[in-house]
């Protein structure tokens, strides 16, 4: 599977989503006021940089 830029995108946004609501469902005892303002965007932050080494990575290894 070729992964292009909307593809990525796509699947880093599904991803993110799908970590958010097994959040909000699940009997925690976070509020959904702390899990949309503090823990969903520390994903998408941690996401977007281990994405971006992943990608790093893997240029590196395609050159050599």
Do not use: C, N, Q, W
């Not at 796509?10 to 799908?18: H, K, N, R, Y």
């Amino acid at each position: 599977m070729a992964l292009d830029l909307p593809k990525t995108i796509g699947a880093f946004v599904l991803i993110v989503a799908i970590g958010t609501a097994a959040m909000v469902m699940m009997p925690v005892s976070m509020g959904t006021d702390t899990i949309l303002m503090m823990v969903t965007p520390s994903m998408a932050v941690f996401g977007a940089i281990m994405l971006a080494i992943g990608v790093k990575h893997g240029e590196y290894r395609a050159t050599r």
